[in-house]
C-alpha cells in the first residue's frame, strides 16, 4: 500500500492564483480530512469527509472548497490563493469517522503563496 | 468544544535519560487520546492512543502515557530517551459517539542531547 499520497510536495503562487492540492489514499478510509501546520498553531482541521459525496467544514474552512466524489480522493481547491494561506497542508485519513481510529497522514505539501 | 494543552514548547532532555511529555484536555463525554510524532519534513506518525481501560498505554518505539481521568492528562513518557527521538509530538483528542473530529495541541519540540 502506498498509504496517504499527496501532490505537489511544494508549491508557490501568486496571491489570487488557484489551484488544488492533491490527495490519495489506497486504504479504502471511509473518512479523509485537510490540516494546516502553521507555527505555534499546531493542526487546524481546514475540511473533512466522513464518505464519498459527503463533506463539511472544519475550524478554517474560508478560502478553501473540497469535494469527495470516490473514496480514494479528496482535494482540497483554493480559490484566490492570499500570503494568509501560506502554510504546510496535511492530508490524512482513517477507517471510519466513527470509533478510536488512529488517522494516517500524507507527507505534506509546503505551500508559499508570495 | 474539545480542546488540547500542551504547555511545554520544547523539553531537553539527556540521552539515557527518562523523557515525559505533557497533555491536559478538555472534551464532553469519554475521550479518545492519541500521540503522533512528527520528524522533519515528515508527516504526523501514530504512536499510542487510549481508548478506554488500563490507564498505561503502550506504543510504538518504545513510548508508553499515562491517562488520568481526575487530571485529564495523557502524558507521554519513555524510560530511556534516544537521540532519534528528537522529533515533534503532537497530543490529539476525540470523543466516542458520533462524527469525531480530532483536535490537536500545538505540538512540543523534543530534543534529546548526547
Known amino acids: 500500500n502506498a498509504g496517504v499520497t499527496q501532490t505537489p510536495k511544494f508549491q508557490v503562487l501568486k496571491t489570487g492564483q488557484s489551484m488544488t492540492l492533491q490527495c490519495a489514499q489506497d486504504m479504502n478510509h471511509e473518512y479523509m480530512s485537510w490540516y494546516r501546520q502553521d507555527p505555534g498553531m499546531g493542526l487546524r482541521l481546514i475540511h473533512y469527509s466522513v464518505g464519498a459525496g459527503i463533506t463539511d467544514q472544519g475550524e478554517v474552512p474560508n478560502g478553501y472548497n473540497v469535494s469527495r466524489s470516490t473514496t480514494e480522493d479528496f482535494p482540497l481547491r483554493l480559490l484566490s490563493a492570499a500570503p494568509s494561506q501560506t502554510s504546510v497542508y496535511f492530508c490524512?485519513?482513517?477507517?471510519?469517522?466513527?470509533?478510536?481510529?488512529?488517522?494516517?497522514f500524507g507527507p505534506g505539501t509546503r505551500l508559499t503563496v508570495t | 468544544a474539545q480542546s488540547v494543552a500542551q504547555p511545554e514548547d520544547q523539553v531537553n532532555v539527556a540521552e539515557g535519560n527518562p523523557l515525559t511529555v505533557k497533555c491536559t484536555y478538555s472534551v464532553s463525554g469519554n475521550p479518545y487520546l492519541f500521540w503522533y510524532v512528527q520528524y522533519p519534513n515528515r508527516g504526523l506518525q501514530f504512536l499510542l492512543k487510549y481508548i478506554t481501560g488500563d490507564n498505561l498505554v503502550k506504543g510504538s518505539y518504545g513510548f508508553e502515557a499515562e491517562f488520568n481521568k481526575s487530571q485529564t492528562s495523557f502524558h507521554l513518557k519513555k524510560p530511556s530517551a534516544l537521540v532519534s527521538d528528537s522529533a515533534l509530538y503532537f497530543c490529539a483528542v476525540s470523543h466516542s459517539g458520533g462524527y469525531q473530529k480530532v483536535t490537536f495541541g500545538i505540538g512540543t519540540k523534543l530534543q534529546v542531547i548526547p
Open positions: 490524512a485519513s482513517r477507517t471510519r469517522p466513527t470509533g478510536s481510529y488512529e488517522q494516517y
